[in-house]
């Protein structure tokens, strides 16, 4: 158990939805990370905060969007999904902007 | 977007034998990282390399950051049925905020008993 969790763990919708995926960090991280594992590209990163301001983008869509939360969990919000969106996401999290990151056990989204 | 290149794809070995993976880069990294993911997990963090030439060891595995800290090596001693699953490499740059990881595309590792 690394103690970064995330909410849900799995999550099926349709195309054209809205989907909201949770994290909670690890007890005294500041830093989370947001990335995205499908199997023709790998695990991408997408963004991540350092106590509540973004700090780096990725390979994130516009039509993906997040936040942390001044108690430090973060958010990440998908819009307008299409079939090609369906993945496992994963947030990860570290102390500072560059200790080593601990991964969460992800959310499978399935876009129908 | 950027990845690493890791080989092998996938490995199929007997149980005890040793295992020899490698990742390597067009870039320069500051950190190299080895995790390892079973099916329906977050990858779990194996081994942390810091400085080129480091040579870490956690139990069976050792891990090498390659002197022009384009490449690192992980190596399995005496596999075991629970050793198996994919394991990825990744690459970590610092300056400005980028303390995003690069992954490698992963190594399925299966063995057999």
């Known amino acids: 158990d690394s103690g970064v969790t995330q909410t849900p763990k799995h999550l099926i919708t349709a195309t054209g939805q809205r989907v909201t995926l949770r994290c909670s960090p690890r007890?005294?991280?500041?830093?989370v990370y947001w990335y995205q594992q499908s199997l023709d590209q790998g695990l991408q990163f997408l963004i991540q905060y350092y106590n509540g301001e973004e700090r780096a983008k990725g390979n994130i869509l516009e039509r993906f969007s997040a936040q942390q939360f001044p108690d430090l969990h973060s958010e990440l919000n998908l819009s307008s999904l299409e079939l090609g969106d369906s993945a496992l996401y994963f947030c990860?999290?570290?102390?500072?902007?560059?200790?080593?990151?601990?991964f969460g056990p992800g959310t499978r989204l399935l876009v129908l | 977007g950027q990845q690493l290149n890791q080989s092998p794809q996938s490995m199929f070995i007997q149980e005890g034998e040793d295992v020899s993976m490698n990742c390597t880069s067009s870039s320069i990294f500051n950190t190299w990282l080895w995790y390892k993911q079973d099916p329906g997990e977050g990858p779990v963090l194996l081994i942390a390399?810091?400085?080129?030439?480091e040579l870490t060891s956690n139990g069976r595995l050792t891990a090498q950051f390659g002197i022009t800290r384009k490449d690192s090596f992980l190596n399995i001693s005496a596999s075991i049925p629970s050793d198996v699953g994919i394991y990825f490499c990744?690459?970590?740059?610092?300056?400005?905020?980028?303390?995003?990881?690069?992954f490698g595309k992963g190594t399925k590792l299966s063995v057999k008993p």
């Open positions: 007890s005294g991280d500041l830093s």
């Open positions: 990744a690459g970590q740059m610092y300056g400005g905020s980028q303390g995003n990881l690069i």
């Open positions: 390399l810091y400085k080129a030439g």
């Open positions: 990860a999290s570290s102390w500072g902007q560059e200790e080593t990151q601990y």
